[in-house]
């Protein structure tokens, strides 16, 4: 037990330090001043940076501060690249930091650093976003009138609807508020500035949500603790599992990625919970609320919704939510199970990088070059998740020509066979990036002889072959179809 404590010392004091946040949640969601209610949200994330990070603090407070400086004195055309280079060449600093004669930071440093990037750099580009899209409306001609409803607001709202534009110390409060601070998730600065000042956190049944998020963490931290315990990531390096039958060592990184993810389940489970307990990201249902972006349709509404209406109406965290875990371990493809992993962290890089990459053929090149130097330098994040555009390259194959149309009996069983190569795939990646550094990996992708890239390239040179036949008998069918038709009509 002692062993135990001393090995997980820095996790279990994040751990302990979630659980506050969540505890104190309904207390500050109950401070009626908006200003006391921003300090206190900011000096109270400072003071868990401190408390997690020690000296290394230095780094999470400093970058963002100079961040949210790069903004206010860039211009607004510039301001989201300023401090997008800024903010990352900061975090190549900061993972380097030995080399400069600097102590290295611990884990759970490392990741409120990743969240103070997403942070800084998203509301940059929020900024540079509402005001391009307010420049292109005012060019605009009122053609617009004729599809709003009778109070004058457009049914379905855009990306941006009117300008962001805060000051230096409205950046401070949402980059410092400890909701979400530690583990995430990510949501925008409209998502932080609706928080304070409208009045749905004051009518959401925010106990209820929290209980409800936070009853099935102990399964997850359970599961965690007993799958890492029997199947040790270590042991993959080990003579012993080198002894092993091909078919356990194949095998094996299912067992290591099932632990992975009832770590990351927990971990986000407990950030979603702090959003609920505090009441951060609760928008009424009617808004068709999507994660990290909030509200889709009728947000103008919404802001315009009375009190009385507020009292009644139906809300949800969906803004809030990272982990579709139900999703994670039954979606069919890896295309789907990506949009349901670590949603809120997919929402930025869809909306900073894929989107606004100026080089179409490149956006997803750049979103998962962004999204590798974003999780770390190491060789296992260059080897999961760059693998991922080349096994959809078949999977989208194989889905197209033998799942998407199928039906009954025969579409469930295509479709476990899909799962079980979609969920073989991650494993098999995962090790990769639970492994890190390029030895260790060598050492296990070795010991399995590198298998899966040849599955998977066998697997491409076939279902390439087989549209290719595909292609060549359609136009066959289709006359045939035709020619039956006339004969049909002709005997008529």
Same mark, same amino acid.
């Given at each position: 037990?002692?062993?135990?404590?001393? =090995?997980?010392?820095?996790?279990?004091?994040?751990?302990?330090?979630?659980?506050?946040?969540?505890?104190?949640?309904?207390?500050?969601?109950?401070?009626?001043?908006?200003?006391?209610? +921003? #300090?206190?949200?900011?000096?109270?994330?400072?003071?868990?940076?401190?408390?997690?990070?020690?000296?290394?603090?230095?780094?999470?407070?400093?970058?963002?501060?100079?961040?949210?400086?790069?903004?206010?004195?860039?211009?607004?055309? *510039?301001?989201?690249?300023?401090?997008?280079?800024?903010?990352?060449?900061?975090?190549?600093?900061?993972?380097?930091?030995?080399?400069?004669?600097?102590?290295?930071?611990?884990?759970?440093?490392?990741?409120?650093?990743?969240?103070?990037?997403?942070?800084?750099?998203?509301?940059?580009?929020?900024?540079?976003?509402? #005001?391009?899209?307010?420049?292109?409306?005012?060019?605009?001609?009122?053609?617009?009138?004729?599809?709003?409803?009778?109070?004058?607001?457009?049914?379905?709202?855009? $990306?941006?609807?009117?300008?962001?534009?805060?000051?230096?110390?409205?950046?401070?409060?949402?980059?410092?508020?400890?909701?979400?601070?530690?583990?995430?998730?990510?949501?925008?600065?409209?998502?932080?500035?609706?928080?304070?000042?409208?009045?749905?956190?004051?009518?959401?049944?925010?106990?209820?949500?929290?209980?409800?998020?936070?009853?099935?963490?102990?399964?997850?931290?359970?599961?965690?603790?007993?799958?890492?315990?029997? #199947?040790?990531? $270590?042991?993959?390096?080990? $003579?012993?599992?080198?002894?092993?039958?091909?078919?356990?060592?194949?095998?094996?990184?299912?067992?290591?990625?099932?632990?992975?993810?009832?770590?990351?389940?927990?971990?986000?489970?407990?950030?979603?919970?702090?959003?609920?307990? &505090?009441?951060?990201? &609760?928008?009424?249902?009617?808004?068709?609320?999507?994660?990290?972006?909030?509200?889709?349709?009728?947000?103008?509404?919404?802001?315009?919704?009375?009190?009385?209406?507020?009292?009644?109406?139906?809300?949800?965290?969906?803004?809030?939510?990272?982990?579709?875990?139900?999703?994670? $371990?039954?979606?069919?493809?890896?295309?789907?199970?990506?949009?349901?992993?670590?949603?809120?962290?997919?929402?930025?890089?869809?909306?900073?990088?894929?989107?606004?990459?100026?080089?179409?053929?490149?956006?997803?090149?750049? &979103?998962?070059?962004?999204?590798?130097?974003?999780?770390?330098?190491? &060789?296992?994040?260059?080897?999961?998740?760059?693998?991922?555009?080349?096994?959809?390259?078949?999977?989208?194959?194989?889905?197209?020509? *033998?799942? =998407?149309?199928?039906?009954?009996?025969?579409?469930?069983?295509?479709?476990?066979?899909?799962?079980?190569?979609?969920?073989?795939?991650?494993?098999?990646?995962?090790?990769?990036?639970?492994?890190?550094?390029?030895?260790?990996?060598?050492? *296990?992708?070795?010991?399995?002889?590198?298998?899966?890239?040849?599955?998977?390239?066998?697997?491409?040179?076939?279902?390439?072959?087989?549209?290719?036949?595909? +292609?060549?008998?359609?136009?066959?069918?289709?006359?045939?179809?035709?020619?039956?038709?006339?004969?049909?009509?002709? +005997?008529?």
């Amino acid at each position: 037990m002692l062993t135990f404590l001393t =090995k997980n010392k820095n996790d279990l004091i994040y751990l302990g330090l979630l659980l506050f946040s969540v505890f104190i949640g309904p207390y500050y969601r109950n401070i009626s001043s908006i200003q006391t209610k +921003k #300090w206190f949200g900011a000096v109270l994330g400072l003071s868990l940076i401190t408390v997690v990070s020690g000296y290394s603090a230095i780094h999470p407070i400093l970058s963002a501060i100079l961040g949210i400086t790069a903004i206010k004195l860039a211009t607004v055309r *510039y301001c989201h690249i300023v401090s997008f280079f800024l903010i990352f060449g900061y975090l190549f600093f900061f993972r380097l930091a030995d080399k400069f004669g600097l102590p290295l930071s611990s884990g759970q440093t490392n990741l409120i650093e990743m969240i103070i990037v997403l942070r800084v750099v998203g509301v940059a580009f929020e900024i540079n976003g509402s #005001w391009i899209a307010v420049g292109k409306a005012k060019k605009q001609d009122h053609e617009d009138k004729n599809k709003t409803d009778s109070k004058g607001v457009s049914d379905k709202d855009d $990306e941006f609807l009117e300008l962001i534009n805060p000051s230096f110390t409205d950046l401070f409060h949402y980059s410092f508020n400890y909701v979400g601070l530690l583990t995430g998730p990510y949501y925008r600065y409209r998502t932080f500035d609706d928080y304070f000042h409208l009045p749905f956190s004051k009518y959401v049944d925010c106990t209820g949500f929290t209980i409800n998020t936070l009853k099935i963490v102990p399964l997850y931290v359970s599961l965690y603790l007993a799958l890492s315990n029997v #199947w040790p990531l $270590e042991y993959v390096l080990s $003579e012993d599992h080198n002894n092993r039958s091909f078919l356990y060592r194949m095998l094996y990184p299912w067992a290591l990625f099932a632990a992975f993810r009832q770590r990351i389940y927990s971990g986000m489970t407990l950030a979603e919970s702090v959003c609920t307990s &505090a009441g951060l990201g &609760a928008y009424p249902v009617q808004g068709r609320n999507r994660t990290g972006h909030g509200p889709t349709v009728g947000y103008l509404r919404l802001k315009k919704m009375s009190e009385e209406e507020a009292k009644i109406t139906q809300y949800d965290f969906n803004t809030v939510e990272s982990m579709d875990v139900w999703g994670c $371990e039954t979606v069919v493809t890896l295309r789907d199970s990506m949009k349901v992993w670590n949603k809120a962290v997919q929402y930025w890089v869809a909306m900073v990088v894929y989107k606004r990459f100026p080089v179409k053929a490149l956006k997803i090149h750049a &979103a998962l070059f962004v999204s590798v130097i974003w999780h770390g330098f190491h &060789a296992g994040y260059f080897f999961c998740i760059y693998f991922c555009p080349f096994y959809l390259m078949a999977e989208d194959i194989y889905y197209k020509l *033998y799942y =998407k149309d199928a039906t009954g009996m025969k579409k469930k069983i295509i479709g476990f066979v899909m799962w079980f190569l979609r969920s073989h795939s991650e494993s098999y990646q995962a090790a990769a990036f639970l492994l890190l550094t390029f030895d260790r990996i060598w050492v *296990y992708y070795s010991s399995v002889y590198h298998y899966w890239y040849g599955v998977w390239f066998a697997f491409l040179i076939l279902g390439l072959i087989l549209n290719h036949i595909h +292609k060549l008998r359609r136009p066959k069918n289709i006359l045939y179809d035709n020619q039956n038709m006339r004969e049909t009509e002709n +005997k008529k």
